[in-house]
């Protein structure tokens, strides 16, 4: 254990505070069990760390375990564990936990044997905690970390500090966003860069780079990840990758099921439960009607990718502008809010708010539901009923 306390002193001596995603300050930090997932990628391990070393300044014992290392193929987490509480250990946070044999069991164990021992454990978006073992969603305080926002990428890439913004006041027309921004802030100027390398924070200067390594990330997920999803052969997953690779040359779109069976060779009763996976893994997102739960029996509605990035990496040609201003708005939308398919406009939010998303020539003529808003990509204020597509990157 002496060189894993190592590598984890090592780790948290290293870790920069000097810029923080949105999650960390929306957990509540006193909690004994905190969980954390979401895609590869978006940062969690980064995450943890800052926090273990604000409190090793405080003069608190910490330390920081992977559960993928090797050294758990043969060493019992609860032992290694006891042996940290015993001497003087306070934080324990362990990444990776689905790599490892019973760890939700072995986790609940903790939990009840060490009342005054706070755990924090990190892993995979295909976590459910609901289907573990060891009843830990009684116990755990679950979180999910998504990529980098809009307001994100700007502080961290620019180091421009901007407010958050709320769905509400954006519809209420409640914040004027000319008075609550610099006066020399152009909110357009960085939109492009952030649309193709910027939802992850790994993102550097060289494009193409960055696209290998989301290409590579992709397949790391699909081969390595997906592994731990019940049900899930990964002798299936190259048809997982074909299948992803026909979504991301369509998107946005009504799927034909039959016709993807065809073109990936799925049988089409396994076909909806691939999407679902795609889906766990945040490769993809599915809609469905307001009022229909998330179901392997129900057909999505619509398919989108995740996030922009990933439309400019996987995608043979040049995405459609159309489909860049959806996927972003999507992307966004979704961390703090319930989208749904509609067959009226592009987005129904949280069962009340109408979105159309298109560029400055888009009106309200063909339109003819109530409370709903144009989202123009080109706009840099609101006007009149219509916002910028930009705002929607503030909600978080």
Known sequence: MDELLEVSDQLIRN??????RYLFDEIDWNERLIGIKGARGTGKTTLILQYLKENQSLGKKVAYFSLDELFFLSNNLIEVAKAFYQSGGKILALDEVHKYT????????????????QLIFSGSSILDIAKEEGDLSRRAVMHELHGLSYREYL?????????????????SGEVTLQEIFPKDFKPLQYLNEYLRIGYFPFSGKNEEMYFKKLRQLVR??????????RGFDIRNGKKILQLLYIIAQQVP???NITALAQKTQIHRNSLSNYLLYLSEARLIDLQYPAGISLSTLQKPEKILLNNTNFLFAISEKEPEKGTIRETFFNSLV???HRINFSSSVDFLVDDKFHFEIGG?????????????????????????????????????
């Open 15 to 20: 870790t920069t505070t000097n810029f923080k």
């Open 102 to 117: 019973n760890w939700s069991r072995e986790l609940k164990n903790l939990y009840d044997r060490y009342p005054d021992f």
């Open 155 to 171: 502080s961290l890439k620019h180091e421009k500090k901007l407010p958050t913004v709320r769905l509400d006041q954006l519809t």
């Open 220 to 229: 790391t997920i699909v081969e390595y990840d997906m592994a731990e999803i």
């Open 253 to 255: 779109f009504k799927p």
């Open 334 to 336: 979704k961390v703090k």
């Open 360 to 396: 400055k020539n888009k009106s309200r003529k063909q339109i003819k539901v109530e409370n709903t808003w144009i989202v123009k990509d080109d706009l840099e204020y609101p006007a009149g009923n219509s916002l910028p597509l930009w705002a929607f990157g503030l909600l978080y």
